[in-house]
């Protein structure tokens, strides 16, 4: 070959060649950016909007409504969903992930722009922004000092953290949380007011028109100049209890005559601790599309530079950061890489028991695996788990073709007595469309996944082109640095020594073992095709066992897990801390937890959340799943309140369980009954854990109802009333001041112990025709109900979300079966499903990964046919896919595992691997047809001579794949079930195959004489 004769022949062009591969490979990892998975982020764009006043049906009908009917046209709209809450519209679009979120924020905001005439009046800017609406913070800061009160805390995170977090790249946002911010509160007394004949509005006015402080204007001469300022701000709360109300009979009412003024929080409704220790806490959220681990990095970096500005005996502390496994799974991925290669190379030596001959294709690893590094990088591709999977799996494939070309010098060389250079060029040239046919066959594999879309696409993409890379390069070594090195450095020794002696009779004695049963199953070929057909049989069965029991990606220990804490609706912050004292102290006394993180008030003051993160992998002999297990049936004990613990799922994260079963009914009423039957149902499924609904109908409230007639006769406009309400119940903002160079707001409200019961809603008083005042109850009653917390839309109809967590004996596949089945049994007409998070990606996913394996055997087949010249020889090569399968699924079955995203990823390969050894089974044999061998001396020959090459190359990938079938690190569990099925399937595949196509190539090669020659003989005879 052309290729390989110009590299024996220049070596230094041989070696500079790989090297120089290498030198790029080496720059291209340096400049790959690292993650968890590939970037199968879809673009998320939120859009905010707030109608102060508005409860959730007029936020739905007002503002939803109208803004989701314009954005529903945006292109490349994967969901839209909505939630209609108290004041506040929050939409998110998913986009394809083929969308750039740039260009679809872009869109987003060209559409809300065109929706802002229809919108009402007073509703504040919509806020656009690349993240979710609700995003979960992945970074957490712990801010404490023991000499500062929460305030200052708060204070200090807002002037001196906040904002320099949100400076980073990457991040979206960050948010305070326990914050108590700065805040002039005045607190009204309801009966002060009605004494002195004046309302709320009153009040109001009289802030809003004496805290002022404007421009004044210049003073000027021809010589000189002066700015005029106004000292009209108020600053203090003296200074602000002293301001003028009102003026009666020649008395000023003060506004300390009507209740008290103090600097104070501005909201109370959230509470943080760290460890059990009251503190303020900042939640970093990253932008959508941003790397998670270069954010963290980013964090990390500034963090000493902001504690250097902190106060003295204020710390800053990381609490809590996600982006710590998926460092330390990165870690183990390559500590994995490295534990593979020098596996292979063990391997190589046991085989060849020749350090000369070792190092040939020893050196095959680094060029092809380093080399791959300049690929992944030219593509915009990351170093992450799954590329890193697929190194680690490449390593024990590049290395065959080097070993076949290796492998065969070698017998030029001891058999037939060539000399090195002479071997080398004889050895490469018989064996290189072997290595050319293999290259092909499993670069084709991977071919179809162009085909897919989505997350899954993106996943197989990045795994599918970094093996098939690494594969390509390890052809091109093995034509140009292999036959080189063999060449200049391979020798066979005259002399052996005794271990080199005994293992060389194993293998004479595995050869000729291996000869005799060869020879007799070429001459019981029907008992070993029955026995083929048998082991599909057991594949099918096998199959259909396991798929019942599929999932999408397996439940990782990411080394935390989340504690949710739900009080009854209704229920204060008080209430909810209490109990979630309770849910702590249970962690505290738990062993195997390091620290947990606890949070009030992030979806309201009934919904608690607890990080809790466990010690190192290293330093625990049991998984996340263990501790859970210990501590939820302790969480079940705390009456009050429904606590549960999960594991966040992989893909799809947030507060979503890894279940999220949507239910859609544009009949409100409908949606309520169906969600409460549903509820039922899914409590009773076994396996499914921590139920919830999102949508919450049962909130309290108090409805005032107004008659119309009775207040236009007093002169009491509707809108006073609701403004009224608004700042005496729900505090509002009014003015504002500085403080320390930034603004605050003043906020009216009523006091506590004013607005603690419903009847304390009469003494509210309101300005009537000609000044008089007009009590509430005068012109409105008010009523007790429940009331939906907020309305919920998925792509634009009116929906609930059903989210659990699975015990380890349900998957998530059986659990998506039982919630069709209840849903088809109890929802009522009218009502559709859908799915959310990694439940999507498992359902999707599962019919694209059936397609690309069919797709995948096509391929090759084409692919064979093209070098074989033949559409016989095909089918005898992939009749080792079969094999291998169900190789792969004894395995996959024996240990427990299941039909999952990386299993699949390991079958689809697996016709990749297994064709090679039967490539070189049916290629040699046909070069022995053609030197005038008869077809089963030909069989018979290409065994023997084969047997060692594909036991090397089979070997060598199966210790290749050992690390991650046995890994025990961060990440680890997730990637054992590719393992399971690339051993499982090599060693069932290497097994049989050695006996199957050496029969299957006899048949098909006498079935196609036999059809040649009966052609022949309907051929008419010249002159007939």
């Given at each position: 070959?052309?290729l390989?004769?110009?590299?024996i022949?220049?070596p230094?062009?041989?070696?500079?060649?790989?090297?120089?591969l290498v030198?790029f490979g080496?720059?291209?990892y340096?400049?790959?950016?690292?993650?968890?998975?590939p970037d199968?982020d879809?673009?998320?764009i939120?859009?905010?909007?707030?109608?102060?006043g508005?409860?959730?049906?007029?936020v739905e009908?007002?503002v939803?409504?109208i803004?989701?009917?314009?954005?529903s046209t945006?292109?490349?709209?994967?969901?839209?969903?909505?939630?209609s809450a108290?004041?506040?519209s929050n939409i998110t679009?998913?986009f394809?992930l083929?969308r750039?979120?740039e260009?679809?924020?872009q869109?987003v905001?060209?559409k809300v722009?065109?929706?802002r005439?229809?919108?009402?009046e007073d509703?504040?800017e919509?806020?656009?922004?690349k993240q979710?609406a609700?995003?979960f913070?992945?970074?957490w800061?712990?801010?404490s000092?023991q000499n500062?009160?929460?305030l200052q805390l708060s204070?200090i995170?807002?002037?001196?953290?906040?904002t320099?977090l949100?400076?980073l790249?990457?991040?979206?946002?960050?948010?305070?949380?326990?914050?108590r911010r700065?805040s002039?509160?005045?607190?009204l007394?309801?009966?002060?007011l009605?004494?002195?004949?004046?309302t709320v509005?009153d009040v109001e006015q009289?802030?809003?028109?004496?805290?002022?402080e404007?421009?004044?204007g210049r003073?000027?001469?021809q010589?000189?100049?002066f700015?005029v300022?106004?000292?009209g701000?108020l600053?203090?709360?003296?200074?602000f209890g002293?301001?003028t109300?009102?003026?009666?009979d020649?008395?000023?009412?003060?506004l300390k005559?009507l209740?008290r003024?103090?600097?104070?929080?501005?909201?109370?409704?959230s509470?943080l601790?760290?460890?059990g220790?009251p503190?303020?806490?900042?939640?970093?959220?990253?932008?959508?599309?941003a790397n998670l681990i270069?954010?963290?990095?980013?964090?990390r970096?500034e963090?000493?530079a902001?504690?250097?500005?902190l106060p003295?005996g204020?710390?800053l502390?990381?609490a809590?950061?996600q982006?710590?496994?998926?460092t330390?799974?990165?870690?183990?991925?390559?500590e994995t890489?490295?534990?593979?290669?020098?596996?292979?190379?063990?391997?190589i030596?046991v085989?060849?028991r020749n350090?000369?001959a070792?190092?040939?294709p020893?050196l095959a690893?680094?060029?092809s695996i380093?080399?791959t590094f300049?690929?992944?990088?030219?593509l915009g591709f990351s170093?992450?788990n799954l590329?890193?999977?697929?190194l680690?799996?490449?390593?024990g494939?590049?290395?065959d073709?080097a070993?076949i070309?290796?492998?065969?010098?070698?017998r030029?060389q001891e058999?037939?007595?060539?000399?090195?250079?002479?071997?080398?060029t004889?050895g490469t040239?018989?064996i290189?469309?072997?290595?050319?046919a293999?290259?092909?066959s499993?670069?084709a594999?991977?071919?179809?996944?162009?085909f897919?879309?989505?997350?899954t696409g993106r996943?197989?993409?990045e795994?599918?082109?970094?093996v098939?890379g690494?594969v390509v390069?390890?052809?091109?070594v093995?034509l140009t640095?292999?036959p080189?090195?063999?060449?200049?450095?391979l020798?066979?020794p005259k002399?052996?020594?005794?271990?080199?002696?005994t293992l060389?009779?194993g293998?004479?004695a595995?050869?000729?073992?291996?000869a005799h049963?060869?020879?007799?199953?070429?001459t019981?070929r029907?008992?070993?095709?029955?026995?083929?057909?048998?082991v599909?049989l057991v594949?099918?069965g096998l199959?259909t066992?396991?798929?019942?029991?599929?999932e999408?990606i397996p439940?990782e220990d990411r080394?935390y897990f989340i504690?949710y804490?739900?009080?009854?609706e209704g229920?204060?912050?008080?209430?909810?801390?209490?109990?979630?004292?309770r849910v702590e102290?249970?962690?505290a006394?738990?062993k195997?937890?390091?620290g947990?993180?606890?949070?009030?008030g992030f979806?309201?003051?009934?919904f608690?959340v607890?990080?809790?993160?466990?010690?190192?992998?290293?330093e625990?002999?049991?998984?996340v799943?263990d501790?859970m297990?210990?501590?939820?049936?302790?969480?079940?004990?705390?009456?009050?309140v429904f606590?549960?613990a999960q594991?966040p799922p992989?893909i799809?994260?947030g507060?979503?369980?890894q279940?999220?079963?949507?239910?859609q009914n544009p009949?409100f009423d409908r949606l309520?009954?169906g969600?409460g039957?549903?509820?039922?149902?899914?409590?009773?499924?076994?396996g499914?854990?921590g139920v919830?609904?999102?949508?919450?109908?049962n909130?309290p409230?108090l409805t005032?109802?107004f008659d119309?007639d009775?207040a236009?006769?007093?002169?009491?406009p509707?809108r006073?009333v609701a403004?009224?309400l608004?700042?005496?119940?729900?505090?509002r903002r009014?003015?504002t001041?500085?403080?320390?160079?930034k603004?605050y707001?003043?906020?009216?409200?009523?006091r506590?112990?004013e607005?603690?019961?419903?009847?304390?809603m009469?003494g509210?008083?309101?300005?009537?025709r000609?000044g008089?005042?007009?009590q509430?109850?005068?012109?409105a009653s008010v009523?007790e109900?429940v009331g939906?917390?907020?309305?919920?839309?998925?792509?634009r109809?009116?929906s609930f979300?059903?989210?659990?967590?699975l015990t380890p004996e349900?998957?998530?596949?059986?659990?998506?079966?039982s919630?069709?089945?209840?849903?088809?049994q109890v929802?009522?007409p009218?009502?559709?499903?859908?799915?959310?998070?990694?439940?999507?990606?498992?359902v999707?996913s599962?019919?694209s990964l059936y397609?690309v394996f069919?797709?995948a055997?096509?391929?090759?087949?084409?692919?064979?046919?093209?070098?074989f010249e033949?559409l016989?020889?095909?089918?005898?090569?992939?009749l080792a896919v079969p094999?291998?399968?169900?190789?792969?699924?004894?395995?996959?079955?024996i240990?427990?595992s299941?039909?999952?995203?990386?299993?699949?990823i390991?079958?689809?390969l697996?016709?990749?691997?297994?064709?090679k050894n039967?490539?070189l089974?049916?290629?040699?044999?046909n070069q022995?047809?053609e030197r005038?061998?008869?077809?089963?001396?030909?069989?018979?020959?290409?065994?023997r001579?084969?047997?060692r090459p594909?036991l090397?190359?089979s070997v060598?990938t199966?210790?290749?794949?050992?690390?991650i079938?046995?890994?025990l690190g961060?990440?680890?569990?997730?990637r054992?079930p590719?393992g399971?099925a690339?051993?499982g399937g090599?060693?069932?595949?290497?097994a049989l195959?050695l006996?199957l196509?050496?029969v299957?190539y006899?048949?098909?090669?006498g079935?196609r004489?036999?059809?040649?020659?009966?052609?022949g003989?309907l051929?008419?005879?010249?002159?007939?």
């Open positions: 070959m052309i390989s004769d110009l590299s022949k220049r230094v062009l041989a070696s500079m060649m790989s090297a120089g030198l080496v720059i291209g340096s400049l790959l950016s690292v993650r968890e998975f199968i879809p673009p998320v939120s859009v905010a909007t707030i109608l102060p508005a409860n959730p049906r007029v009908s007002a939803t409504d803004l989701e009917e314009e954005l945006i292109p490349g709209l994967r969901t839209l969903t909505s939630s108290e004041q506040v679009l998913e394809h083929s750039k979120v260009d679809a924020a869109d905001r060209d722009s065109r929706a005439g229809r919108l009402p509703i504040q919509p806020v656009v922004a979710e609700d995003a913070p992945f970074f800061l712990a801010l000092g500062y009160d929460l204070d995170g807002d002037r001196m953290v906040k320099r949100q400076s790249p990457g991040v979206g946002q960050a948010r305070i949380f326990g914050e700065f002039m509160r005045v607190w007394s309801a009966s002060e009605s004494a002195r004949g004046l509005q009289a802030i809003r028109s004496r805290n002022v404007i421009p004044a003073i000027e001469s010589r000189r100049e700015t300022r106004s000292l701000e600053k203090t709360p003296d200074e002293e301001l109300v009102a003026s009666q020649g008395q000023q009412v003060k005559d209740g003024v103090e600097l104070g929080p501005e909201d109370e409704r509470m601790r760290y460890k220790v503190a303020v806490a900042i939640g970093v959220v990253r932008q959508s599309k270069e954010v963290a990095d980013a964090i970096a963090l000493p902001i504690a250097r500005d003295p204020v710390e502390i990381p809590f950061d982006s710590v496994f998926v330390r799974s990165i870690k183990e991925a390559q890489l490295v534990i593979a290669a020098i596996l292979v190379i063990l391997i030596f085989f060849l350090l000369r070792t190092i040939i020893g690893i680094p060029t380093v080399t300049v690929v992944m990088y030219f170093i992450n590329t890193l999977l697929a680690i799996l490449a390593i494939i590049v290395v073709d070993i070309v290796l492998e065969n010098a070698y030029h058999e037939l007595g060539k000399d090195p250079e002479t071997a080398a004889d040239r018989e290189a469309f072997a290595v050319i293999t290259t092909i499993l670069v594999v991977f071919t179809p996944l162009a897919l879309q989505g997350t996943l197989f993409n795994f599918g082109i970094a098939a690494s390069i390890s052809g091109f093995a640095l292999t080189m090195l063999s060449a200049k450095i020798r066979v002399q052996h020594g005794r271990v080199y002696k060389e009779q293998f004479h595995l050869a000729a073992h291996y049963t060869l020879r007799w199953a070429l019981h029907g008992k070993v095709l029955a026995g083929a057909a048998g599909v594949a099918v199959f066992a396991l798929y019942r029991k599929r999408f439940a080394g504690t804490v739900i009080a009854p229920a204060s912050l008080a209430y909810t801390d209490g109990y979630q004292r102290e249970v962690l006394r738990t195997d937890i390091e947990y993180f606890s949070i009030i979806r309201g003051v009934n608690g607890v990080f809790t993160r466990l010690t190192d992998w290293s625990r002999d049991r998984g799943q501790v297990n210990e501590v939820q049936p302790q969480f079940f004990m705390v009456p009050g606590a549960f594991n992989a799809g994260g507060f979503g369980g279940v999220q079963f949507v239910v009949d309520q009954a969600m039957a549903l509820y039922q149902r899914a409590n009773q499924i076994k499914l854990t919830q609904i999102d949508l919450k109908v909130k409230e005032v109802r119309r009775r236009e006769d007093l002169g009491v509707v006073d403004g009224a608004q700042t005496m119940l729900g505090g009014v003015s001041f500085t403080r320390n160079n603004l707001d003043v906020i009216v409200r009523l506590p112990e607005r603690a019961t419903p009847s304390d009469r509210i008083y309101l300005r009537g000609n008089s005042l007009v509430l109850s005068a012109i009523a109900g939906p917390q907020s309305l919920l839309h998925y792509n109809v009116r979300t059903l989210s659990a967590g349900l998957k998530l596949g059986p659990a998506i079966d919630l069709n089945a209840a849903a088809a929802l009522p009218g009502s559709t499903t859908a799915l959310a998070g990694e439940s999507r990606e498992l999707e599962g019919s397609f069919a797709i055997l096509i391929v090759v087949f084409m692919v064979l046919a093209s070098q033949s016989w020889h095909p089918f005898t090569v992939l094999l291998a399968v169900t190789g792969a699924l004894v395995l996959l079955k240990v427990g299941t039909i999952n995203l990386y299993s699949q390991g079958m689809i697996l016709i990749g691997l297994v064709t039967s490539i089974l049916v290629e040699y044999a022995l047809k005038g061998l008869s077809t089963v001396e030909a069989v018979l020959e290409s065994g001579i084969r047997l594909i090397m190359t060598a199966i210790m290749g794949a050992v690390p079938m046995l890994g961060a990440g680890s569990i997730s054992r590719l399971y690339i051993v090599m060693v069932f595949s290497t195959t006996y196509v050496p299957a006899v048949l098909l090669d079935l004489e036999r059809l040649r020659a009966r052609r003989a051929v008419p005879a010249e002159g007939d």
